[in-house]
């Protein structure tokens, strides 16, 4: 599952892994793509087990309050979000990589959709709507993407050190 030194993963690919995964997120796709899921949330989860030493709960924060900014959202709701699913990943993170794929993809499952209910929360505090059932379609289709984001994402950590 790509056990190594923390510290060997430089922190060039990780930053940009964000900022593609942002990209990705700020494009306003509308209704008929509720189903995609929140890309830099998944990836938070894959880079606190991967990289702990690289990203925690600071991260975590930054990220959620870039993620308020570029999707308009009210500030620090991402950041509340990410936060919260991010200390439970750094609790249980030893267990979560011990795991197989199946297991892994059931708990972004349940941490995704915890990043959706407390957006929910948010959004129904500030606005006084309800999002709708269908915000937990995007942690289905994040569990079903979890599998292949681990082999990309292990194979360009890896790339430099297997091509020497």
């Known amino acids: 599952m790509g056990h190594y030194d923390d510290?060997?993963?430089?922190?060039?690919?990780?930053?940009?892994?964000?900022?593609?995964?942002?990209?990705?997120?700020?494009i306003p796709l509308g209704e008929p793509f509720f189903w995609l899921p929140e890309f830099t949330a998944l990836l938070l989860v894959y880079w606190l087990v991967h990289a702990p030493q690289r990203i925690g709960l600071f991260s975590a924060f930054l990220v959620g309050l870039l993620m308020d900014i570029g999707t308009v959202a009210p500030l620090g709701s991402h950041a509340l979000a990410y936060c919260l699913s991010s200390f439970v990943i750094v609790e249980h993170r030893r267990q979560f990589s011990m795991q197989n794929y199946g297991f892994?993809?059931?708990?972004?499952?349940?941490?995704?959709?915890?990043?959706?209910?407390?957006l929910a929360a948010v959004r129904w505090v500030m606005e006084q709507r309800f999002a709708g059932w269908q915000i937990f379609a995007a942690p289905l289709t994040a569990a079903l993407m979890w599998p292949l984001l681990n082999k990309i994402m292990l194979y360009f950590t890896n790339y430099k050190r297997l091509h020497r």
Do not use: T
Request: net charge negative; hydrophobic share 70%.
């Open 104 to 118: 892994q993809a059931l708990a972004v499952v349940l941490v995704l959709a915890a990043n959706e209910v407390v």
């Open 7 to 26: 510290f060997s993963i430089p922190f060039k690919p990780i930053f940009w892994s964000f900022v593609l995964c942002m990209v990705l997120d700020f």
